[in-house]
Nanobody, 121 residues
Framework: QVQLAESGGGLVQPGGSLRLSCAAS????????VGWFRQAPGKEREGVSC????????YYADSVKGRFTISGDAAKNAVVLQMNSLKPADTAVYYC??????????????WGQGTQVTVSS
């Protein structure tokens, strides 16, 4: 059974940083694609970042490019999303998801439960 567990969310001031982790069990992430998504209240879920095989060329949404970095940790079977220069607009529940094949805007096979990120002074 595949399980994804996000961690690292919390409350941070504007300009601050958070490090989200997506740890997987039941699947070996270096053979899959992992995406990070977020959903703010009243808004549709949006793709934030994606990486294939833990070391492939990453994808970033324009809204986070230059501020967020996605990376894989094979030893921990996890993917990390380092978020710097956070803005109030980054406030959302962040989810990780896994699929076979390349990055995709929406179609993923497994989803985590999400972790809340709140950027506020």
């Amino acid at each position: 059974q595949v399980q994804l567990a996000e961690s690292g969310g919390g409350l941070v001031q504007p300009g601050g940083s958070l490090r989200l982790s997506c740890a997987a069990s039941g699947v070996v992430l270096h053979s899959y694609t992992v995406g990070w998504f977020r959903q703010a209240p009243g808004k549709e879920r949006e793709g934030v970042s994606c990486i294939s095989g833990l070391s492939g060329s990453p994808y970033y949404a324009d809204s986070v490019k230059g501020r967020f970095t996605i990376s894989g940790d094979a030893a921990k079977n996890a993917v990390v999303l380092q978020m710097n220069s956070l803005k109030p607009a980054d406030t959302a529940v962040y989810y990780c998801a896994v699929r076979e094949g390349n990055c995709h805007p929406t179609e993923y096979d497994y989803w985590g439960q999400g972790t809340q990120v709140t950027v506020s002074s």
